[in-house]
C-alpha cells in the first residue's frame, strides 16, 4: 500500500512507546501486521523498512491503521485504540469506520469505540456518508459463516462484573422509553456520549468470558438503538455503521437470535427505507437461517414479516402473502407469558405486526387490506408509543387516499401531523412528505389545501 504522510510530518511517538511497550522489532511488528492482515483478506507485505516509515510520520492509507492497532493490541494484551498509534487523523482511514465485520473481537471492539469517538466528535465523514446496499449484505453473509468466538475474557483496565451490564441494561430501558415517548432528537446525543465515556470503558476493561458475553449482549442492544435512532434523525448511512457493529457484538455475545434481529429488524428496514427491496428479502432470510433453532416463535413472526415487506416491494404478491400468513402463524404459537422470550423481542406484538403487514399491503396497492392492518394496528399500539401510533395514521391515511376517500384521509393525516408535532422525528416526517405526495392529484379540494396549510403552519 502506498503511504501518505502526516499534516506536520513529526515522528510518531505514539507509536514508537507502545513498540517499546510490547518489547516488538520493526520487522516483528511488520510480521504481526501482516499476519492480522491475512486473517482480514489483504495481502499486506510491510517490512522493517516500512515500520522505520511509519515511525518517521509516514502513514499507510486504508484499513492498514487499524489492523497495525489490532496487531499491537495482540502483543500487549489490550485494546490498541488508532489514536494511541497516532494515526486517527487519516480521512481514507476514517471513511470506513464501522463499515467491516471484524474477524476477530479485539478487532470488534476496537471499531466500535472508534465509532462512538469519531460519532461525538461530529466527523463529517459520518454525517455526510450514504448507505451501500452491499455494506449491509456482506456482513451479513459474515455473519452467517462466521465461527463462534471461542472466548471474550480479558484482563486488562478496570474489573468489570455484572452490576455494571446492569446498569448499561438499566440505562438501555431508560433510553428507550424517552425515545418512544419524544422521539430520537432529543436522546440520541445522550445514547453516542454514554457509549463513548462509559461504555467504550468498560468494553476495555477486564471481565471473565461469562460477564464479558453478557456485557457484549447489552452492548449491542444499546448500539443497535443508536443506530435506530441515526434513521429517525435523517442519517442512514450512519445507522448502517451502527447495525454493523451491533452484529459483531451479538456475535462476541454468542446471541443468534440477537443477530438475526439485527438483520430483519435493523438492516432491513434500512434497506426498506432506501428502496432495496431484494436485499430486504435477503437479509430477512439471512436472519431465519442464522438464527435457526435459537428465537422464539415471535421473533420468527418478525423475522418473516421483515422478509414480506421485501416481496411486497417487489411487488410479488403471491410470495408475499405467502410469507405473511407463515408470520401470523409463528405470532400465533408464540406464548409470551412463557418467560422464555428474550428480552429483545417483547415489543413486537400484534400490533408490531399487523404494522408490518399494513407496509405490505400499501406497497402492493391493496388498500382494503393496508387499511384493517393499520386500524389493528391502532388498536394494538399503547400511547407510549407516540412514533409508532403516528406512522399508523400515516399508514392509514395513505389506504384511505388509494381508496379515493380523499377528506377522511386529510383529517387522518392531520391527526398523525398534531401527534408527531410532540416529536422530533425525522423518520416521522418522511411518511408526512409521502402522504402529501400521494395527495398531489387532489391538490384543488379544499381538504387538501387545508391540510397542507396546516403542516406549512406547523413546519414554521
Known amino acids: 500500500m502506498a503511504a501518505r504522510p502526516l499534516v506536520a510530518r513529526q515522528p510518531n511517538e505514539r507509536l514508537q512507546a507502545l513498540i517499546q511497550e510490547a518489547g516488538c522489532s520493526n520487522a516483528g511488528l511488520a510480521r504481526r501486521v501482516n499476519m492480522v492482515g491475512q486473517e482480514r483478506g489483504l495481502d499486506l507485505r510491510y517490512d522493517k523498512t516500512s515500520v522505520a516509515r511509519w515511525l518517521r510520520g509516514q502513514q499507510p492509507r486504508g484499513r492498514a491503521p487499524g489492523i497495525i492497532a489490532e496487531a499491537l493490541g495482540r502483543k500487549l494484551g489490550r485494546t490498541v485504540t488508532i489514536d494511541e498509534i497516532g494515526m486517527a487523523n487519516g480521512k481514507n482511514l476514517a471513511s470506513g469506520v464501522g463499515l467491516q465485520f ?7 471492539i476496537e471499531q466500535v469505540c472508534e465509532l462512538w469517538r469519531s460519532d461525538v466528535g461530529r466527523r463529517d465523514f459520518l454525517s455526510g456518508s450514504t448507505v451501500a446496499a452491499s455494506a449491509l449484505v456482506e456482513p451479513s453473509r459474515d455473519w452467517l459463516i462466521t465461527a463462534a468466538d471461542p472466548q471474550v475474557a480479558r484482563q486488562a483496565g478496570s474489573r468489570v462484573g455484572m452490576a455494571d451490564v446492569e446498569a448499561v ?30 461504555v467504550s470503558g468498560l468494553l476495555s476493561g477486564s471481565y471473565r468470558d461469562t460477564v464479558g458475553r453478557r456485557l457484549f449482549a447489552a452492548v449491542a442492544r444499546l448500539t443497535e438503538l443508536a443506530g435506530y435512532m441515526a434513521v429517525d434523525t435523517g442519517q442512514p448511512g450512519l445507522a448502517q455503521r451502527y447495525y454493523i457493529q451491533a452484529l459483531r457484538l451479538a456475535q462476541a455475545a454468542g446471541d443468534r437470535g440477537y443477530g438475526g434481529y439485527v438483520l430483519a429488524a435493523s438492516m432491513s428496514h434500512l434497506a426498506a427505507q432506501l428502496g ?10 439471512a436472519a431465519q437461517e442464522g438464527a435457526r433453532g435459537h428465537v422464539p416463535p415471535r421473533a420468527e ?9 421485501g416481496h411486497a416491494l417487489l411487488g410479488d404478491l403471491r410470495t408475499c402473502q405467502e410469507v405473511a400468513a407463515r408470520a401470523v402463524a409463528a405470532m400465533d404459537r408464540g406464548d409470551p407469558g412463557s418467560g422464555d422470550e428474550p428480552a429483545w423481542i417483547a415489543h413486537f406484538d400484534r400490533a408490531y405486526l399487523a404494522d ?3 407496509h405490505c399491503y400499501r406497497d402492493l396497492g391493496r388498500p382494503e387490506e393496508a387499511a384493517r392492518a393499520a386500524t389493528e394496528a391502532l388498536d394494538g399500539h399503547p400511547r407510549t408509543r407516540a412514533r409508532r401510533r403516528a406512522i399508523g395514521l400515516v399508514l392509514l391515511a395513505t389506504a384511505q387516499v388509494q381508496q379515493r376517500e380523499v377528506e377522511a384521509a386529510c383529517e387522518t393525516g392531520t391527526r398523525a401531523a398534531e401527534l408527531l408535532g410532540t416529536l422530533r422525528s425525522s423518520r416521522g416526517a418522511e411518511y408526512l412528505d409521502d402522504l402529501q405526495q400521494r395527495l398531489e392529484p387532489y391538490a384543488n379540494e379544499p381538504a387538501v389545501r387545508e391540510f397542507g396549510a396546516r403542516l406549512e403552519l406547523q413546519a414554521a
Request: charge should be neutral.
Open 102 to 108: 471484524s474477524p476477530t473481537v479485539l478487532g470488534a
Open 169 to 198: 441494561q438499566a440505562m438501555t430501558a431508560a433510553l428507550v422509553d424517552l425515545d418512544h415517548r419524544f422521539g430520537s432528537g432529543h436522546v440520541r446525543p445522550v445514547v453516542v456520549h454514554y457509549l463513548n465515556s462509559v
Open 301 to 309: 413472526a418478525m423475522f418473516l414479516a421483515a422478509e414480506a415487506r
Open 276 to 285: 432495496n427491496p431484494r436485499e430486504i428479502a435477503q437479509l430477512a432470510r
Open 356 to 358: 408490518e403487514l399494513a
